[in-house]
């Protein structure tokens, strides 16, 4: 009897401190199932919401979830190719959604639980309520792509109500959707903490992103004009010559030189509000999204 107690505490004390990791990796599609899940799994819970089609920059995300989640906590995931924030003319059909590959490479790389839905699971078809954020979202690929961010920040508000996460990590190359975000758990008073993983990409510069598969070879080979304009343009602001519309024209000339890519917006501005700035001095958010056929690719460079 003696015995048997012993065990069954040795049981008890190994399952907690055991690394969630090296249990099994949890796969929900029930928003329902995930909101009863989440109330178990051991604190702190970091999530990366991504869209699937994951590749290293996302598997960046989820390594620093691991991190930050210790070995004990719960590192999360949802791949969920989200319908609200494309636009009629947009690229929802055919995105990439290799999900076997994805949750293979999610568990190889720690992830703890997977929440991937089907739209019908996350949308009422009389959904009435969304979220607008007024301010950031009016600029740059607000502009360019009208009601886009109102579906992220609704998604998102989603994704955090249903994992009620501690933490919550976004990459730097989707600059602007980090600062709306950041201003949306702010204003809401979302009990999250955001954090920002730095931009990850190719050999070659080109910012890592599901949509490089759609490039041609030849669109391939020309896309990393981007980041090495924005490379020079950082260099042209730290020198302070000039003025910021005679950089921002620059920018969009030197990427037009590319014969493949068609500029869609290239800015020079405050990062803290995304507002132009008048001044070419740090510190400014360089950033740009270029069309190579129909792929929009974006990328930036904060100059610090
Ligand atoms: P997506 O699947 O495109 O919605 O991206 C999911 C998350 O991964 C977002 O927070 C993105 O900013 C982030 N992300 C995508 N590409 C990269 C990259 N190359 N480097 C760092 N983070 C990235």
């Known amino acids: 009897m003696v015995t048997i107690r012993r065990y069954n505490i040795f049981i008890l004390a190994s399952s907690f401190w055991l690394p969630n990791s090296v249990l099994e990796m949890r796969i929900i599609n029930d928003p329902a199932k995930l909101q009863q899940l989440v109330s178990q799994v051991p604190r702190p819970l970091v999530l990366v919401p991504t869209m699937g089609a994951l590749h290293e920059g996302h598997l960046a995300l989820v390594l620093r979830a691991r991190k930050l989640a210790r070995g004990t906590g719960t590192a999360a995931a949802s791949v969920f190719v989200n319908p609200t924030q494309f ?10 959604r290799p999900f076997e590959r994805d949750s293979a490479l999610l568990k190889q790389n720690g992830c703890d639980l997977i929440f991937a839905p089907e739209a019908p699971d996350m949308y009422y078809p009389d959904r009435s309520v969304e979220i607008v954020e007024n301010a950031l979202s009016q600029v740059m690929c607000g502009a360019s792509r009208p009601g886009h961010f109102s579906g992220v920040c609704t998604v998102v508000a989603k994704l955090f109500n249903l994992f009620r996460p ?37 050999p070659d510069g080109l910012a890592m992103s599901s949509r490089n598969v759609y490039l ?80 929009r690719l974006i990328d930036n460079r904060l100059v610090e």
């Open 87 to 96: 636009g009629p003319s947009e690229d929802l059909e055919r995105y990439p």
């Open 166 to 202: 501690d933490i919550a990590i976004f990459g730097a190359k989707d600059f602007q959707q980090l600062a709306i975000i950041t201003r949306m758990v702010r204003d809401l008073n979302f009990p999250i903490r955001v954090e920002a993983h730095p931009t990850v990409r190719e």
């Open 216 to 295: 041609s070879a030849e669109e391939r080979e020309q896309a990393p004009v981007i980041q090495k304009v924005l490379q020079r343009a950082e260099k042209k602001v730290r020198e302070g010559r000039g003025s910021v519309t005679g950089l921002v024209e620059w920018m969009r000339t030197q990427i037009q030189r590319a014969p493949l890519a068609k500029v869609d917006y290239a800015v020079a501005v405050d990062p803290a509000n995304l507002q132009t700035v008048s001044q070419l001095r740090p510190p400014m958010l360089l950033a740009a999204a270029v069309f190579f056929g129909d792929t």
